[in-house]
């Protein structure tokens, strides 16, 4: 059971490069989210969907974009790299019905390793 | 938005006790908690919804005091695996969003 899957596990990009965390997950979860964790920080939102077609900011959203044409894939795009988006990237995923994310597990990524130099 | 968590970081002896506090300025109507070890992502560890419920399996337990706006994760016997730093998370249950809080870095020593 793969759960949900992030890749690249790590990266360095440039400044002014643009790229693309890959997620998938195989629960068929509604709901999508991405985060950034900064060093010794917690988790912020970056962006998240409840579902197929329907995707939504979060708190940091400035620099990054997501689309999610399929209930399984919920990529997150980097344009215009900057050194302050070198950060910890999660995935995750959970299933619900009703009243958001309440009441359910959200499952995480293993994470992705980003540096911008 | 994003709960605040206390204390920022905690020193134990095993086998002593520790409580962790996750505060919202926002109505709740859940509260999760996770643990995550270093260089791994986070770990579910346990869902208490609106209702004042109190939850715990193990030797850890948490509560929700919805009038409060509050969590507080219980740790007893605290034991070496218990090291980490700990996440509250929060849902409003209006709109879809989750946040997780501050974090909570909680070190268990011999």
């Known amino acids: 059971n793969a759960g949900v899957t992030q890749t690249p596990k790590f990266r360095i990009l440039k400044i002014g490069q643009s790229m693309t965390l890959q997620c998938t997950q195989d629960?068929?979860?509604?709901?999508m989210y991405w985060y950034r964790q900064d060093p010794g920080m917690g988790l912020k939102l970056i962006y998240y969907?409840?579902?197929?077609?329907?995707?939504d900011k979060g708190e940091v959203p400035n620099g990054y974009n997501v689309s999610r044409s399929t209930t399984e894939d919920f990529p997150l795009r980097l344009e215009l790299a900057a050194p302050s988006q070198t950060s910890v990237y999660f995935c995750?995923?959970?299933?619900?019905?009703?009243?958001?994310?309440?009441?359910?597990?959200?499952?995480f990524g293993e994470g992705s390793w980003l540096t911008v130099v | 938005q994003q709960p605040v968590q206390s204390p920022q970081a905690v020193i134990l002896r095993e086998g002593e006790d520790a409580v962790i506090n996750c505060s919202s300025s926002?109505?709740?109507?859940?509260v999760h908690w996770y643990r995550q070890k270093h260089g791994e992502a986070p770990v579910f560890l346990m869902i208490?919804?609106?209702?004042?419920e109190q939850k715990g399996h193990d030797k850890i337990s948490a509560s929700f005091n919805e009038k409060k706006q509050q969590s507080s994760l219980y740790l007893t016997a605290s034991q070496l695996s218990y090291s980490g730093t700990y996440f509250c998370?929060?849902?409003?249950?209006?709109?879809?969003?989750?946040?997780f809080g501050t974090g909570t870095s909680l070190t268990v020593i011999p």
């Open positions: 998370g929060t849902d409003p249950g209006t709109g879809n969003q989750f946040y």
């Open positions: 926002k109505a709740l109507y859940s």
């Open positions: 969907s409840v579902g197929a077609g329907i995707t």
């Open positions: 629960m068929n979860h509604n709901y």
């Open positions: 208490l919804l609106k209702g004042g």
């Open positions: 995750a995923s959970s299933y619900s019905i009703g009243q958001g994310a309440s009441g359910n597990t959200i499952y």
